[in-house]
């Protein structure tokens, strides 16, 4: 597998253990602080970091990327793409990583290749589970990236983790509202069609709305299995 350090702060803003990990996995992930978005090609490059802060090794996990709305993931090193029959509803992308054991207190990093359309807000969503099956252990997001201050004429726009995007004004038109500033504890405004966010004053994903994504995430990891074993025996 092909890891990456990467300078930049990372926060684990919007995730949570899942409601039957064990109490001796500590498991988390965490995504940058800001990331920068090309404006010409809507290209960016972020890393994607799993930690165990536990005192004991995880045994195989799987760490899945999953990108929505206007965020698509288009590469993840050292994982594979899962298919778009396989992703749950509201994503538009994902890659599986599966990760034979991480010991205690180690850390893996992915960077992770994607692409924002800045004229939407777009989110980014990092389940892990264990083994190849459906029991979920840490789920960080959906948690958006954006920004309230766009920069059309810069060469990039940095995006902040936990800021719904603002799109620059269209030609001839003119910019969104800035929203106001939430007090603290105030939930950030949800479409009906998204996915629930796990963010710092979101509260817990909802189990039912939950169920759907955990589950498709064993189901992804069982196809990743079932197709490292069909390479092994034809080559």
Same mark, same amino acid.
Request: with cysteine; hydrophobic share 30%.
């Given at each position: 597998?092909?890891?990456?350090?990467?300078?930049?702060?990372?926060?684990?803003?919007?995730?949570?253990? &899942?409601?039957? #990990?064990?109490?001796?996995?500590? +498991?988390? %992930?965490?995504?940058?602080?800001? +990331?920068?978005?090309?404006?010409?090609?809507?290209? %960016?490059?972020?890393?994607?970091?799993?930690?165990? @802060? !536990?005192?004991?090794?995880?045994?195989? +996990?799987? $760490?899945?990327?999953?990108?929505?709305?206007?965020?698509? +993931?288009?590469?993840?090193?050292?994982?594979?793409?899962?298919?778009?029959? @396989?992703?749950?509803?509201?994503?538009?992308?994902?890659?599986?990583?599966?990760?034979?054991?991480? !010991?205690?207190?180690?850390d893996k990093s992915y960077?992770?290749?994607?692409?924002y359309d800045l004229t939407? #807000?777009? @989110?980014?969503?990092?389940?892990?589970?264990?083994?190849?099956?459906?029991?979920?252990?840490?789920?960080? &997001?959906?948690?958006?990236?954006?920004?309230?201050?766009?920069?059309?004429?810069?060469?990039?726009?940095?995006?902040?983790?936990?800021?719904?995007?603002?799109?620059? #004004?269209?030609?001839? !038109?003119?910019?969104?509202?800035?929203?106001?500033?939430?007090?603290?504890?105030?939930?950030?405004?949800?479409?009906?069609?998204?996915?629930?966010?796990?963010?710092?004053?979101? !509260?817990?994903?909802?189990?039912?709305? #939950?169920?759907?994504?955990? $589950?498709?995430?064993?189901?992804? &990891?069982?196809?990743?299995?079932?197709?490292?074993?069909?390479?092994?025996?034809?080559?």
């Amino acid at each position: 597998m092909a890891f990456a350090a990467d300078p930049t702060p990372g926060s684990d803003q919007g995730g949570s253990p &899942g409601p039957s #990990a064990p109490a001796e996995l500590k +498991i988390s %992930t965490e995504l940058p602080k800001e +990331i920068k978005v090309t404006n010409s090609s809507g290209k %960016t490059t972020l890393t994607a970091k799993i930690i165990n @802060k !536990g005192t004991k090794d995880t045994g195989q +996990i799987t $760490l899945t990327v999953l990108g929505l709305d206007g965020m698509r +993931i288009t590469g993840v090193d050292g994982c594979v793409t899962v298919p778009e029959n @396989k992703l749950p509803k509201g994503t538009n992308t994902g890659f599986a990583c599966v990760i034979n054991n991480l !010991g205690a207190g180690a850390d893996k990093s992915y960077t992770v290749s994607a692409t924002y359309d800045l004229t939407k #807000a777009g @989110k980014i969503c990092l389940p892990v589970t264990e083994g190849t099956g459906e029991k979920l252990l840490w789920q960080q &997001g959906p948690v958006p990236f954006g920004t309230t201050k766009p920069t059309p004429n810069a060469p990039d726009t940095p995006l902040l983790l936990g800021t719904d995007n603002v799109p620059a #004004a269209p030609p001839g !038109g003119s910019a969104s509202p800035t929203p106001a500033p939430s007090a603290p504890g105030t939930p950030a405004p949800t479409r009906p069609s998204e996915l629930p966010k796990t963010g710092v004053n979101d !509260g817990v994903l909802p189990l039912l709305a #939950a169920a759907g994504l955990f $589950l498709f995430v064993g189901s992804t &990891g069982i196809w990743w299995a079932n197709t490292r074993h069909h390479r092994r025996r034809t080559h």
